[in-house]
């Protein structure tokens, strides 16, 4: 079993930033890819950039040159900084860990709101 808890959420106007960050707990071993997602009311979740433990990273098209996705691998840690952030980013974001072959699950943290106004 992996937990994940997360924290850094929180409001912001439009522009600032924000730094989310999440850490892993229990079976570290078996995690391959950190990814973060978020939820916008009434809307589908989305992923918002993912990292895997070779460090090669992916984001989303609308989130690309203003976020920042890292690891700390010995801290078992994964962290997001938002910089210029729009009122649309607001949402729950969500720290996931994805298994390795061994460990073939996914796990999920509860989730932190941000909220960015206008």
């Known amino acids: 079993q992996v937990q994940l808890v997360e924290s850094g959420g929180g409001l912001v106007q439009a522009g600032g930033s924000l730094r989310l960050s999440c850490a892993a707990s229990?079976?570290?071993?078996?995690?391959?890819?950190m990814n973060w997602y978020r939820q916008a009311a009434g809307k589908e979740r989305e992923l918002v950039a993912g990292i895997t433990s070779g460090d090669k990273t992916n984001y989303a098209d609308s989130v690309k040159d203003r976020f920042t996705i890292s690891r700390d691998n010995a801290k078992n840690t994964v962290d997001l900084q938002m910089n210029s952030l729009k009122p649309e980013a607001t949402a729950v974001y969500y720290c996931?860990?994805?298994?390795?072959?061994?460990?073939?699950?996914?796990?999920w943290g509860q989730g932190t709101q941000v909220t960015v106004s206008s």
């Open positions: 229990g079976l570290v071993f078996s995690i391959n890819a």
């Open positions: 996931q860990a994805h298994g390795t072959i061994r460990f073939p699950n996914d796990y």
